[in-house]
């Protein structure tokens, strides 16, 4: 246990201080109470969702009751005893309160009465401190940690792709112009914008390293002002050479039914929160989930089944039809009722660089659809064979010269490969049961929206 002026998180004070000891905590006052005998504080310091509850002697209560409100910084030295009440086995028996920083609580924007998402959107400095924010937060640290231990294990090379880029890796069209001044293509002598995939960077070491991942910001200016759409956002792409579409199906699989484990059980106190809170069971219907082997079918049978479910949908279905996030929706939750692959698309449905099947008409794509959110990632085999390439970047009608060193890769020992990217908020989103994007990023930006 740590010396008196050294201070302990809050979390490791209550999961593993023996009482007895002195001891010394530094947070935010959360709660406080204050009787004429004796009063309490509750704090928190960020590291795990449980508060410590400090007593006060009745002397230090009367003396501070008006510096000790929510949100005030303190440091609270003092012996860890067994707690008297029922609540906590252990609190702090304070010998000093010292403030740090006065919370002015009477201004505090985060009041009991006004914490709608909504809200705490426009206070997005000070949502942190928040309970479901705190919790938030600490998932979303786990998964990024599950996500780079995954592959670490595995033997992927985690590969830094670039943010500023050339080429456009989707050939959508939805990117964010890089620009100094006036002068479009002064700085780099040509137009450059924000990725909004490391795929096609990525691809140039998995024919190198042939199991590699990039996992970082993305950026796209599509004007979808969406739930699950953001203008940045987070995307893991692993990329293995040497494989096909089955192989990067078995991985995206694996890689969900583990990662999503292990970021439960690593924060099993912040899911106790989002099961009661947020969305009912969240948590236990996300490992009931991934526990089974994900169903698959193709986006033909996909349609078919829209089509004989004989539900009236916004968007058209039937053979040959896009998968809109209704029909995703309606075939992860109630048909399949847990997560589906759905593969082979049409081929002017996706992106260039996916790999044309036998029958010419579709391509080696799947996308992953689970309950609540539809999509969660897309993935594919890529073009290996030169030809196939150059076909499918006229068909899109796409120019050869920025692509030329993706080219390269066709005529230089080409392998037949492939990968996915997962949307790391969408991921987070179905983890949580957070129904709006804008909540599981910490500042969120999309269209007319980049404050902080
Ligand atoms: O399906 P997408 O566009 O695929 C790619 O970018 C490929 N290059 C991936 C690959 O094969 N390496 O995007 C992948 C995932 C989507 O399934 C979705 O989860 C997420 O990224 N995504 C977004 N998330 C939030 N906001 C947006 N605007 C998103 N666009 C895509
Ligand atoms: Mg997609």
């Given amino acids: 246990m740590a010396g008196v002026d050294r201070r302990i998180p809050i979390q490791t004070l209550l999961a593993t201080a023996e009482p007895g000891n002195p001891v010394t905590v530094t947070g935010w006052v959360k709660t406080s109470r204050f009787s004429k005998n004796v009063s309490f504080l509750h704090l928190y310091d960020g590291s795990g969702p449980k508060t410590v509850q400090v007593v006060l002697s009745k002397e230090t209560g009367l003396e501070m009751q008006s510096e000790l409100g929510q949100g005030t910084s303190v440091k609270v030295v003092g012996a860890w005893v067994e707690s008297r009440g029922g609540k906590q086995a252990v609190e702090i028996k304070a010998d000093t309160v010292e403030v740090v920083g006065a919370g002015n609580p009477t201004e505090y924007p985060i009041q009991k009465k006004r914490t709608s998402f909504e809200f705490l959107r426009t206070i997005a400095h000070l949502r942190p401190r928040t309970n479901t924010f705190q919790s938030v937060f ?58 909004v995939s490391g795929q096609l960077a990525v691809e140039n070491f998995a024919q190198a390293f042939t199991d590699v991942y990039t996992f970082g910001p993305t950026f796209r200016a599509e004007n979808s002002n969406t739930a699950r759409h953001a203008a940045e956002f987070w995307m893991i792409e692993p990329e293995i050479a040497f494989g096909d579409l089955d192989d990067v199906m078995a991985l995206a699989e694996d890689f969900i039914r583990v990662v999503a484990t292990k970021t439960i059980e690593q924060c099993r106190d912040d899911f106790d929160f989002f099961d009661l809170r947020i969305e009912k069971d969240v948590s236990k219907n996300v490992l009931a989930a991934v526990e089974k082997p994900f169903a698959r079918i193709t986006h033909d049978e996909a349609q078919d089944l829209l089509v004989a479910s004989g539900r009236k949908f916004e968007h058209k279905v039937g053979r040959g039809e896009a998968l809109q996030t209704e029909h995703e929706r309606y075939l992860a939750e109630e048909h399949f009722k847990g997560p589906v692959f759905v593969t082979d698309y049409p081929r002017e449905q996706k992106a260039f660089y996916m790999r044309v099947n036998d029958d010419e008409r579709t391509v080696a794509a799947t996308d992953l659809l689970v309950p609540r959110i539809g999509e969660i990632l897309g993935g594919s085999q890529r073009e290996e064979r030169p030809d196939v390439l150059d076909e499918q970047l006229k068909r899109f009608d796409l120019p050869e010269a920025p692509y030329w060193w993706y080219r390269d890769l066709r005529r230089f020992g080409t392998t037949p490969h492939g990968g996915f990217g997962l949307g790391f908020e969408r991921m987070l989103m179905w983890l949580t049961g957070m129904q709006n994007i804008r909540d599981v990023i910490p500042f969120p930006r999309a269209p007319g929206q980049a404050d902080f």
């Fill in 138 to 195: 600490r998932v979303r640290n786990a998964l990024a940690w599950q996500i780079h231990s995954y592959f670490q294990e595995r033997g992927f090379l985690w590969i830094h792709t670039p943010i500023i880029t050339a080429s456009d890796a989707e050939g959508a069209g939805e990117m964010f112009r890089v620009q100094v001044g006036d002068d479009k293509e002064g700085f780099f002598g040509k137009e450059a914008f924000l990725t």
